[in-house]
C-alpha cells in the first residue's frame, strides 16, 4: 500500500503509494467479462465473442475505468493508514506509468491538517460578560416598530425633519428636475439642503445656495449650485399608538405580550453577543498558547474569499498585490481558527446532519428573502457544493463545545 510517506512540512505530505499488479490485473479482468456480456458484436451470440477481441475492443476503456476506481480508493486508504487528514484536493507527481501486470505506483503532494501537540481546551479561564436590558431598550425598539407601521399623510404644515416633501428645482447652470421626492434629513444632499427645505411650506419658492462635497454621489459633487425651488406637496408619517391595537395589528395578544416578546429577542440576541465574545477570547488563548503553521490551501482559500466580499462592496480600490500583503495575515488566523475547531469538533465527536444543513439553508432563505433553492444555487455556485454551510454549522457547534468547557470568571 504505502511505499513512503516524506514529510515536506508539517502541513505537506509527500505520499508514494502502490498498487499491486494482481490486483490491477484482477479488476481489470472483470472489466473485460462485464464488458464481454454487454458486448453485441456481429458474428458472435451476446456473451459468447473471444476474449481476445473483447480486449482489443474494449481493453483501454476498462483499463481507464480501472484506474479511476483504484487511484482514489487506495489514496483514501493510504492516507487513513498514513494517519493523515487531507485539507485540500492531492496532487499527483509525474501522473501513472500504467503497464499491465506490473504494480501502479502513484506519488502525491497531500496539504494536511497540521498536529496540535498538547491541545488541552478545557477550564480555560474567559471573562463573564454581563448581559443586562433597561425597559429603555424596549420602549426604544416598540417605538421603532409603531414608526415602520406609520403611514405617510399629507399635512397643511411647515417641512420638518424626516417628512417627505416633493418639490420642483432649477440650478443657475441650466439644471431642471420636477416632481422630485425627498425626505427630510435623509439621502444623498449635504445638510444645508435639507435645513433649506425645513420651515418651509406647501406652494412656498425660495431660493438657496449649496456647496455638494466632492463624494456627493449626486451631478453636483464639488460644485456650489443655486436652487430656485418650490415645494408641492408635504408628508409626515402618521405613528400609531403604542397599545393593544399595535400589538394585535402585529399578530400579538397584547402591549404586555409584545414587551415580553421584544425583550425575549433582546436577551437572545445580547446572550449570543457576549458568547461571542466569550468565543473570541477562548480562541485568541488558544492560538497564543499553541504555535502551528495554517495550510497553504486553506490560506489561500480565505484570501480570495475575503478579496472577493472586499471588491464586491467596493471597499478598495487597489491592486490584488496590495490587497494579498494587507490581509493575508487575517487569512493565515482565520486558517488556523478552522484547523482548531476542526480538531475540537473530532474530539467532541461533532458532526452535522442533513436536518441541520436543511434548517441552516431555511434560516439563511428567511433572513436574506430568497428560496431555499437559490440559497443552494449560490453556494453551489461559489464553492461547488455546500461543504461551506456544513463546514460553519460544525464549526458554530465546536465554538458551542469549547465554550462550555471553558472556566467563566465572574468580575
Known amino acids: ?80 493508514e498514513a494517519d493523515i487528514k487531507p485539507v485540500a484536493k492531492p496532487e499527483m507527481e509525474e501522473g501513472i506509468d500504467f503497464k499491465r501486470n506490473a504494480p501502479i505506483v502513484m506519488t502525491f503532494t497531500v496539504e494536511v491538517r497540521p498536529k496540535i501537540e498538547n491541545l488541552e481546551y478545557e477550564n480555560i479561564p474567559v471573562k463573564h460578560v454581563p448581559v443586562e436590558i ?16 406609520g403611514t405617510f399623510e399629507a399635512i397643511d404644515a411647515t417641512v420638518a425633519s424626516g417628512d417627505l416633501v416633493t418639490l420642483d428645482y432649477t440650478t443657475d447652470d441650466g439644471v431642471e428636475t420636477k416632481d422630485v421626492v425627498i425626505k427630510v434629513g435623509s439621502g444623498p444632499y449635504p445638510k444645508e439642503f435639507f435645513d433649506s427645505l425645513i420651515g418651509k411650506k406647501k406652494s412656498e419658492e425660495f431660493s438657496a445656495e449649496i456647496a ?32 393593544d391595537e399595535l400589538a394585535k395589528d402585529m399578530g400579538i395578544e397584547n402591549l404586555q405580550a409584545l414587551k ?9 440576541s445580547k446572550t449570543a453577543e457576549a458568547d461571542r465574545k466569550k468565543q473570541i477570547e477562548l480562541i485568541e488563548k488558544l492560538l497564543a498558547a499553541h504555535a502551528f503553521d495554517a495550510p497553504e490551501g486553506m490560506v489561500n482559500f480565505e484570501l480570495d474569499r475575503i478579496i472577493a466580499e472586499i471588491r464586491a462592496e467596493g471597499k478598495h480600490q487597489g491592486t490584488d498585490e496590495d490587497l494579498i ?37 431555511l434560516k439563511f432563505s428567511r433572513r436574506y428573502y430568497v428560496t431555499p433553492e437559490n440559497v443552494i444555487k449560490y453556494y ?24 462550555g468547557k471553558a472556566k467563566i470568571e465572574e468580575e
Open 380 to 403: 453551489v455556485a461559489r464553492d461547488g457544493s455546500l461543504d461551506g454551510v456544513k463546514n460553519a454549522i460544525y464549526e458554530k457547534k465546536a465554538m458551542k463545545a469549547l465554550l
Open 325 to 361: 500583503k494587507e490581509y493575508r495575515p487575517k487569512a493565515e488566523k482565520s486558517a488556523k481558527v478552522s484547523v482548531l475547531l476542526d480538531i475540537i469538533g473530532e474530539r467532541e465527536g461533532i458532526t452535522v446532519s442533513e436536518d441541520e444543513l436543511k434548517e441552516e439553508i
Open 1 to 80: 500500500m504505502i511505499k513512503s510517506c516524506e514529510e515536506i512540512s508539517s502541513t505537506k505530505k509527500r505520499l508514494t503509494i502502490e498498487i499491486q499488479a494482481d490486483i490491477v490485473e484482477t479488476e481489470i479482468q472483470k472489466g473485460l467479462l462485464e464488458a464481454r456480456r454487454r458486448a453485441n458484436l456481429p458474428g458472435f451470440r451476446a456473451g459468447k465473442a473471444p476474449m481476445s477481441i473483447i480486449e482489443k475492443r474494449f481493453g483501454k476503456s476498462v483499463e481507464s475505468e480501472v484506474l479511476e476506481k483504484l487511484v482514489p480508493e487506495y489514496y483514501m486508504e493510504a492516507v487513513k
Open 260 to 268: 415580553d416578546r421584544v425583550r425575549e429577542d433582546v436577551l437572545a
Open 134 to 149: 433597561k425597559d429603555e431598550e424596549i420602549d426604544t425598539i416598540i417605538k421603532s416598530v409603531a414608526e415602520e407601521k
Open 212 to 243: 455638494f462635497p466632492e463624494d456627493s454621489t449626486t451631478q453636483f459633487a464639488g460644485k456650489t449650485p443655486k436652487f430656485r425651488m418650490m415645494i408641492k406637496d408635504v408628508k409626515r408619517r402618521n405613528i400609531p399608538a403604542i397599545d
